[in-house]
């Protein structure tokens, strides 16, 4: 729900369901990322053009003087400031930038065979030099070394690093088409960490020349992506 006095979105637990047939007239509304079917005597939150002040009003007596809010709202939460991830404590918007970028572009691999510090590898890969220096700035934000190596079979670049510490947590977010944001870690984040983590996802698989596109295979990094985005008032 919408705090009509913060503009905050708040998570409700439902309460009650309220279920029954209905035929008659039904109002349309389709603008501003809100697509909406309601009975004239639907309650809606709308904001007053005037004075901006929010108002609950039926849509039967809904006029020019009121809009519709945008569909999210800003957070204004303050940033996580730090956070651990195994014995590593790291920046909290430098590790959301860093993890929008893995979990836009990213990949993990684990070889037993290997030395021990090179067992646990993240990798990102790509062939303009935008991309590739958007993984090396989320790498440094987080104070890790990597290499940059060519796929000469591909015309493209490789940046890897290793972390078993980062390892264990991104192992966790699924891998390709089931990478998602956990909502417990989206509760914790402030509007910097949001910020952090949505630039992340843009720079890797998002566009924002007219409007905003993201691109994933994953539902739920889609549905993720969405949030964070309602949260910052998109």
Known sequence: TR????????????????ESDYDGEMHHYN????DLLVTPNHNMLVS?????????IKSEEL???YQLPRL??????????KIQVGELVLDSKSFFYFLGVYLGDGAIYHDPSEA????????????????????????EGIGLTYRVNEVSTRGSKSVRTYSKDLWEFLITLGKSGDKYIPIDLLNKMGKGDLEAIYSGLIDTDGCT???????TSSEKLANGFSDVAARLGY
């Not at 603008?31 to 809100?34: A, F, K, S, T, Y």
């Not at 790509?126 to 700035?137: A, D, L, N």
């Open 3 to 18: 705090n009509m006095e913060t503009n905050e979105i708040q998570y409700q637990s439902p309460v009650e369901l309220f």
């Open 31 to 34: 603008r501003q990322g809100v």
């Open 48 to 56: 007053s053009r005037k004075t901006g002040k929010n108002l609950l």
């Open 63 to 65: 006029g020019s003087g």
């Open 72 to 81: 999210g709202a800003i957070c204004t939460k303050p940033d996580m400031g």
């Open 116 to 139: 021990k510090y090179r067992a646990y590898e993240i990798s990102f890969q790509g062939s303009k030099s935008r991309k590739i220096e958007t993984f090396i700035k989320a790498l």
């Open 209 to 215: 020349s007219q409007s905003v596109h993201f691109y």
